[in-house]
């Protein structure tokens, strides 16, 4: 075989076995060469170490890509949560990490194997769209029963006559020079790129309707994307029912039912009521301490600050989105600290927040007996913050106001 | 495959497979402590506080059975995937899971105060304090003491004759060789995995979840089985190393073969994690009284320090202990971190069981140690016992070159 030193890319050698690929790579390996590779239709067990091939820094970098991915979900979950859009989700704190743990989950999950994918195919210069050996027919074979070992000019140690000399003797079907790939072109096939250019086109429509939806307004009802969470199938409160006698959805408790913390026989505690009359003092047993203040602060900023605001002034960011909105109907929540609400009996605060009033919900039935006093509690020191008398100052805080 | 020619020789195994005198000194000495573990328990039991002998004795048990448990389930997985790497490793498996007549012996201390009526584990052992219990009277026809009983007979017969066949008929293919026993237990494994896992669950329920009989969780079985997997492993690696130490299968187990003990090790760490979570997540958003009971004693004061404990002993640690490929290839790395999950694994059981003991503080006692260390005695000796006159090598296993070639990529 007679070839220009100039067109020489390779030497590739044939083996009919495994076993002989595994030895023929030991010789190679010993006799120092870097720049050469193998082909087999299937993975060998133990060739890296017959090759020589060492560990990579892939593990490394995929932790380094599950350790952004958690922070990254670390952050996302408390930007959007905890700072940009607090929205109140079944009564949970804004930011509470157990919520949060799928998200964190999921985006460890999907950078380390991202980064395994991606990191593999740079490690291994990947992906090569053509290669000398493509033109070789006898090469087609790899995907078959052919095992190839294949050493590159460009390595150091390369030699025609020394190299030739070290494959012959491992045993090959034969060893066959590979020319330089002349015939490809260096720049990408035209079908590719074209058809990269026309996804990276397409890609953009979306992100365009989207850029039309925020610009525009529209008077067609918005796209339900799922219908069956839209329309559900289900029975609402006071729709009918066929399914029972008397027709109704809601179901009235079984005659004589109480619930766990009902105590029916103690109006006082329960209706804030005696003959009829709201109380004036909260129930015997009620212990107003640090606890119960506690206790009322946290079910206040969950329950009522969304609407009545953290300090009772009715600006909660249910409020304030109204008020944005502009929507004509809407009535603002009362502030608290109003002198009619700081003279209402006790009772009757407990009885607004157990059953409501004008547009206000009732409550009863998500904030128990015991938390809804200690809203009261709650609801009365804010009250008097609001109009202290100047007798509760100390003098250092008199003395700021002067 | 040369490897296997030099190892493998005709007729014979260039290995010592043979527990010979090795076994009736383990059985002595193990059983030994066993009894000595045991017998002290039940002095200190019956001398002192009943309640926290019983809670101490289920705490142990509950993590004995899961080392079990977990050695039948892996080698029914073997044999339902055919794994090739694993069958020089799975006599030793098998003998670990034909300790299933000793733990049955072992829950006696359980069962028959439950069917003489004492409810000081478990409260619908007492029919009249269920029957004065509104909530529990729907669950009577479940938590009773004849059901239970007939329920524990069903797993462990069923435990015992299925690990007693899998290891059996192994060991007949060292005589016969028959290769078609291979797919017959393949076949075999396949519905045993499905009652092998409605099993474990149920009985994951029994001993431990019915002692809160008006809580509830449907992951529950899983959680145990989590436990049980990531600790047989564990156990599985120290008793291969002890084994080479004393010079058995001291040339056919590698590197390789801890590797992927390891890997479970890792994997089942995470996997414990992920059904411990998903158990804690739904409950704590739900937030549905007489789910967060259960939760809500362990959330505070001492049990809330064990439970954060938990998720950096149980996770954390041990998640990123074992990341490395080297520390799963070195014994001594590896033999660490199997300690640390034993251990861990128990403080997992002590954490289910008892918190019904004292809601308030941690009841640490010394019949905590007399109980496991006693417990373990017995298990060891039990195997032991099944290694007397068996290869500890399925020599005629149609896998065993490969398994002995095996590496990883």
Sequence with gaps: MSHHDDDLHGLLAEYETPSALVAACKKVRDAGYAKWDTFTPFPIHGIEKAMGIRMTGLPWIVLAAALVGLASAVGLQWWTNAVDYKFISSGKPMWSIPANVPVYFELTVLFSAFAALFGMLILNNLPQPSHPLDHLQAFGRVTDDRFFLYIEKGDAKFDLAETQRLLDGTHPVTVDAVNEDRRTSDQLPKPLVLTAAVIAVLALVPFAFIAKARATKTDKPKIHAMGDMDWQIKFQAQQPNPLFQDGMAMRAPEPGTVALDEHPDDEHLTAGKVDGQFVRTFPAGFKVDEATMARGKERYQIFCAPCHGVSGNGDGPVAQRAMTLAEGTWVPPTALGQDYLRQMAVGQLYDVVTNGVRNMPAYGSQIAVDDRWAVVLYLRALQKAKAAPVGDLTDAERAALK | ?409
């Design chain 2, 1 to 409: 495959m040369a490897k296997t020619k030099e190892t493998a020789k005709e007729g014979g195994f260039g290995d010592n497979i043979r527990m010979d005198g090795l076994a009736s000194k383990l059985m002595g000495i193990a059983g030994g402590i066993g009894v000595i573990g045991l017998g002290a328990s039940f002095g200190l039991g019956y001398t002192s506080d009943k309640s926290q002998f019983m809670h101490s004795y289920l705490t142990a048990y509950a993590w004995i059975l899961s080392i079990g448990l977990g050695a039948l389930w892996w080698v029914v997985l073997q044999h339902l995937v055919n794994a090739k790497w694993s069958t020089v490793v799975r006599r030793v498996g098998e003998l670990l899971a034909s300790t299933m007549p000793m733990l049955a012996l072992l829950s006696l201390p359980i069962v028959i105060p439950a069917l003489m009526g004492d409810s000081t584990l478990y409260i619908w052992a007492d029919s009249q304090k269920m029957h004065a219990d509104h909530l529990l009277h729907k669950k009577a026809a479940f938590l009773n003491r004849d059901f239970f009983v007939v329920r524990l007979v069903i797993y462990f017969v069923f435990w015992g004759v299925l690990s007693r066949y899998l290891l059996s008929k192994s060991v007949e293919q060292d005589k016969t060789g028959a290769p078609e026993i291979r797919s017959k237990l393949q076949g075999l494994c396949a519905p045993s995995m499905i009652l092998l896992a409605l099993t474990l669950t149920f009985a994951a329920i029994d001993f431990v979840m019915t002692l809160e009989p008006k809580w509830y969780s449907t992951i529950f079985g899983v959680y145990y089985f989590a436990g049980a997997v990531v600790s047989f492993h564990s156990f599985f690696a120290l008793a291969l190393m002890w084994l080479q130490k004393n010079g058995r299968l001291a040339k056919s187990v590698t590197s390789e073969h801890y590797h992927d003990i390891g890997k479970m090790m890792f994997a089942f760490t995470a996997f414990w994690a992920y059904i411990a979570f998903s158990q804690f997540m739904l409950i704590w958003y739900a937030n549905i009284p007489e789910e967060t009971e259960w939760y809500h004693v362990r959330a505070h004061g001492a049990w809330g320090t064990v439970s954060y404990l938990m998720v950096a002993v149980n996770f954390l640690i041990p998640f990123f202990g074992l990341l490395s490929r080297h520390v799963k290839r070195n014994r001594m790395a590896l033999g660490f971190w199997a300690v640390w999950i034993l251990v861990v694994h128990w403080l997992d059981m002590f954490w289910l069981v008892k918190p019904h003991m004292h809601t308030e503080h941690l009841p640490f006692s010394i019949l905590d140690v007399t109980c496991t260390v006693g417990m373990l005695g017995l298990f060891i000796a039990a195997a032991a016992f099944a290694s007397q006159k068996v290869n500890l090598v399925p020599i005629k296993d149609p896998r065993l070159e490969k398994s002995l070639a095996f590496e990883n990529f």
